[in-house]
């Protein structure tokens, strides 16, 4: 037991009797457990399932209150010696705390007295934006919206409170941070990702794996974090869910590995599966990525896990085994530890038999095996699985409402301003209208309290819809239209309009994700497009909010709509944020971690080569989204001046020096993310117009003036070459910050 735990519980006036089983297994003592395990009890720890298996109820269709079967249990424990189950009947709806607390505590005390090996069950959840499974959590804006922050220690402290709250329910191993890079627009887990860049979504992958699990998972406000989904899960050539990816290896390693890279050397103890395939091998089955390149190259020591039912679908999607028997066979042989099944046996039935008959050699389970027995000890799960109630004063509190509140001000992007139509005046009459003013379903999306995140008879009380926020600042100044009416129909009285000098227009996209989420377009609807005209008509400012999962297109109706801001899935303090930013008591200050296309078929990101930039006309200009990477607007308006770097000459060992000066010319606070990109003006594999490099965020008081100072290795300019290696080439360089520029050059 830890100081740390010691000092908390004797804190609390517990003894460590109270709540300590037994004592941690050293190295040498999990080597001993493994020798005396039989095939099955390692199968079993290898087998996951989901707890609809264990609960009463049917798998996806457990009975509420939810409760533990001790028969399927038996089963479980007894027969089968499963070492972990995760979710919550397939994510069909969130529990109290102490509901939870209870089904893990039962858990626990089955296993023990069912599983005579005494090792304890590895519990793990989705909490990707808080411990959204858990009612009354904090729910934070989703990764997307996190990463539009430009705020990593802001990032961080989030995920801390999500490990706090998640570890508050007696879960211990959380299947978040998604590392998987966010450049393909289409994707139904867009807002899931840390955007499209890989300079910004590796930092954003460090605070999130720093702040889940601190220096010890031991520690009980802490969990271990999982990497996912490895690998090139995102960038599938259709943009819908776990439908192929084609790409060559240099492409994988340059932009859909560094992330993985990053969170491995930031000490992530997990990692899952992409379901999906790349170059026709799906990834479960395919041992370069799993064995050569994670274990081999990488040197990941932790636990692999499949994604849900991955191993059968091997046989049922992809059809690259005959029969579930091979299936089995080539995951494992690939490399997997863990297999979420989720919701039968079958996986360790077949592979006992794989075992018996000798094609998977028992050493193979040992390697698996160990990883997880060394897993659940650091986590400290010999010891003690769920703590006291008490430990937790801080779940759900204002405290954490509060960093929530504080991620979804800094994430909000504010895209377009004309005629300073925002900040609102107190004197200005508003209507508020659109489908995402009413339900904070719209706020948080997809992962809250069910999978799906669309069963409003979830929604946590007393947190603010976008137009109850918007009433809260502008009293009697602001009339919302009742969501009972159309906007569309042509009956809906347009004198409700008429007495508004200002309308905001709340635009959301139902909350879906993975396959349910899944479209053919990125258009709004008909429907929306033509409300926007018919407002429009009216000759009224509109303000668009946009609480999109991914960028949805706007072209059409540009001209039509005076701001527009863009909130992402901000959480259930959004509406809050929101309506502080639309009256100026917050200052906006997110900047898009994704380029804004502009039209449907011209997905090009910021970081795009040369040749894309060249018009029909032979002109460079055919770069052209709606909005940059990196783009949104403050009330401050901030100028650059006197950049200066240390060296014009460096070795490819080097560390630089870049300034620059940044002032705030407006009256009003104000808070700037300072950007530093790169240009390799010539390379052996053809370079980037431009390369997010370094970045900081700032606040300046009225009229304030700051020097930024940053220190970048030479190394940052390296790219993976012809050969696969990551190399730095000789050459001239560009810096640029905002409109400044500077040449060096890397001998
Ligand atoms: C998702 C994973 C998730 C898992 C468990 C899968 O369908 O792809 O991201 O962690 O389910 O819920």
């Not at 890279?261 to 379901?275: K, L, P, Q, R």
Request: glycine content about 6%; aromatic content about 10%.
């Amino acid at each position: 037991m830890t100081r740390f735990l010691r000092y908390t519980l004797f804190c609390l006036g517990l003894t460590s009797m109270q709540v300590v089983s037994a004592q941690s297994p050293s190295d040498r003592d999990i080597e001993r457990m493994l020798r005396g395990m039989s095939v099955k009890e390692k199968v079993g720890q290898m087998t996951q399932i989901d707890l609809g298996v264990i609960g009463r109820g049917v798998p996806c269709a457990l009975q509420h209150p939810v409760s533990l079967d001790t028969a399927k249990c038996r089963i479980a424990f007894q027969q089968y010696r499963v070492g972990s189950v995760l979710n919550v009947g397939c994510g069909s709806g969130a529990l109290y705390r102490q509901e939870w607390a209870t089904i893990l505590q039962g858990i626990h005390q089955l296993n023990q007295s069912m599983n005579t090996s005494g090792i304890p069950i590895l519990y793990g959840i989705d909490a990707i934006h808080g411990a959204n499974y858990t009612k009354g959590a904090t729910l934070f804006p989703q990764p997307l919206a996190q990463a539009a922050t430009w705020n990593s220690g802001l990032v961080k402290q989030a995920h801390e409170v999500c490990a706090y709250e998640v570890r508050a329910t007696g879960i211990p191993w959380n299947f978040s941070p998604v590392l998987d890079l966010g450049r393909q627009p289409l994707w139904s887990r867009f807002f899931e990702t840390f955007g499209e860049d890989v300079y910004l979504a590796k930092t954003m992958s460090r605070s999130a794996i720093e702040g889940y699990q601190g220096n010890d998972i031991q520690n009980p406000f802490k969990v271990a974090a999982c990497m996912k989904h490895f690998l090139g899960y995102s960038n599938s050539v259709s943009g819908r869910d776990r439908t192929p990816a084609s790409m060559d290896e240099r492409t994988l390693r340059e932009y859909y590995l560094p992330t993985f890279e990053e969170a491995i050397a930031a000490g992530a103890h997990t990692i899952m599966i992409n379901s999906g395939e790349i170059n026709g091998t799906p990834v479960h089955a395919n041992a370069d990525i799993l064995t050569d390149l994670l274990r081999n190259e990488l040197q990941f020591k932790g636990v692999a896990v499949t994604d849900w039912e991955d191993v059968y679908k091997l046989v049922d999607l992809h059809r690259v085994a005959a029969n579930r028997k091979e299936a089995v066979y080539m995951a494992v042989m690939a490399g997997i530890d863990l297999c979420m099944t989720p919701n039968d046996f079958e996986f360790a039935d077949l592979l006992i038999e794989l075992v018996e008959e000798g094609r998977i050699p028992e050493a193979r389970l040992d390697l698996s095996v160990r990883r997880l027995l060394i897993l659940k000890r650091n986590l400290g799960l010999f010891e003690q699985t769920v703590f006291p109630s008490e430990m937790y004063p801080l779940f759900g509190s204002k405290q954490h409402a509060d960093i929530a509140y504080q991620t979804a001000a800094e994430a909000i992007t504010l895209l377009k301003n004309e005629n300073n139509v925002l900040p609102l005046q107190t004197n200005d009459n508003i209507v508020v209208c659109g489908n995402a003013a009413y339900s904070t379903i719209y706020l948080n999306g997809a992962w809250t309290h069910t999978w799906q995140g669309t069963d409003a008879s979830y929604v946590n009380p007393g947190k603010l819809t976008i137009a109850e926020a918007i009433q809260a600042q502008g009293n009697n100044k602001v009339f919302v239209i009742p969501s009972s009416q159309n906007l569309n129909s042509d009956a809906l009285d347009m004198s409700l309009f008429r007495q508004a000098n200002k309308i905001i227009l709340c635009l959301g996209e139902t909350p879906s994700t993975e396959v349910p989420g899944n479209i053919n377009d990125l258009h709004l609807s008909n429907n929306e497009y033509a409300l926007i005209h018919r407002l429009h008509a009216l000759g009224k400012p509109i303000i668009l909010v946009c609480a999109f999962n991914r960028p949805r297109l706007l072209e059409p109706i540009i001209n039509k709509v005076s701001a527009i801001v863009y909130t992402y899935w901000s959480g259930d303090e959004g509406g809050c944020a929101l309506a502080d930013i639309l009256y100026g008591k917050v200052n906006p200050s997110g900047k898009l971690p994704f380029t804004y296309p502009r039209y449907a078929n011209a997905f090009v990101h910021y970081d795009r080569k040369r040749t894309e930039d060249l018009d029909t006309d032979f002109s460079m200009k055919a770069y052209n989204p709606l909005f940059d990477f990196g783009y949104g607007l403050s009330y401050s308006n901030f100028t650059y001046s006197n950049m200066q770097i240390s060296d014009t000459v460096l070795g490819t060992n080097g560390t630089i020096e870049v300034r620059v000066r940044v002032k705030n010319n407006s009256q009003r606070v104000g808070k700037e993310v300072v950007q530093l990109y790169y240009n390799d003006l010539v390379a052996s594999i053809t370079p980037s117009v431009k390369k997010l490099m370094a970045y900081e965020k700032i606040e300046l008081k009225p009229m304030e003036e700051k020097e930024v100072r940053f220190e970048c290795k030479v190394a940052q300019f390296s790219f993976i070459n012809k050969e696969l290696e990551r190399t730095t080439e000789p050459g001239f360089i560009e810096l640029m910050i905002h409109e400044n520029k500077q040449r060096i050059y890397v001998q």
